[in-house]
C-alpha cells in the first residue's frame, strides 16, 4: 500500500486526472507535479506546450501529445482551474469576458518568440498592476517586464 499526499485540493485533482490517461501511472503523475506543478501543468495543456511537457521525466514526445489529446478538455479549457476561480490563467486563455484583450496580448508575446506557457506566466503575474480593464499595449509591456525580470 501506498500513501500519497498532496498539498492543494487541485494537485490531488490533476493526480487522478494523470492516472486515467493510459500509459501514465502514479510515478509519472507524480513527476508531472513535483517538475511543473498543477497551474503551470494546467497551462501546458491549454497552450498544448508539448516542449514543456517533454522536460518532465518519463514524459517523452508520444506520451506529451497524448496527455493534450486526452486532457485539453478536462484542464485546458477556457474557464477557471479548480480553485483558481478568476486566476490571471483564465484570463488569458479567454475564460473570462476580457479574456480577448488578455488573449492578444499572449498572442503578441509569442509571436516575439516567447513561448505561451512563459507569456501567460508573464501575463498572470502582471495582472495586479494591469487594472480594471487594460490595453493590449498595456498588457504587453507588463508582460515583457516580468519576462525581464525572471
Do not use: N
Amino acid at each position: 500500500m501506498t500513501l500519497y499526499g498532496f498539498l492543494t485540493a487541485a494537485e490531488y485533482d490533476l493526480f487522478e486526472l494523470l492516472l486515467k490517461v493510459d500509459g501514465i501511472g502514479p510515478k509519472v503523475a507524480l513527476g508531472v507535479l513535483s517538475a511543473t506543478g498543477a497551474e503551470s501543468f494546467r497551462r501546458a495543456i491549454a497552450f498544448e506546450d508539448i516542449t514543456a511537457l517533454c522536460r518532465v521525466p518519463g514524459i517523452g514526445k508520444k506520451t506529451a501529445q497524448r496527455l493534450v489529446l486526452e486532457l485539453k478538455d478536462k484542464v485546458g479549457h477556457g474557464g477557471p482551474a479548480p480553485g483558481q476561480e478568476g486566476s490571471g490563467l483564465a484570463a488569458a486563455v479567454g475564460g473570462l469576458a476580457d479574456g480577448d484583450v488578455w488573449s492578444e496580448a499572449t498572442e503578441a508575446l509569442s509571436s516575439l518568440g516567447y513561448s505561451r506557457v512563459e507569456a501567460a506566466q508573464a501575463l498572470d503575474r502582471a495582472r495586479p498592476e494591469a487594472g480594471e480593464s487594460p490595453t493590449v499595449e498595456t498588457l504587453v509591456r507588463l508582460g515583457l517586464k516580468q519576462l525581464f525580470r525572471g
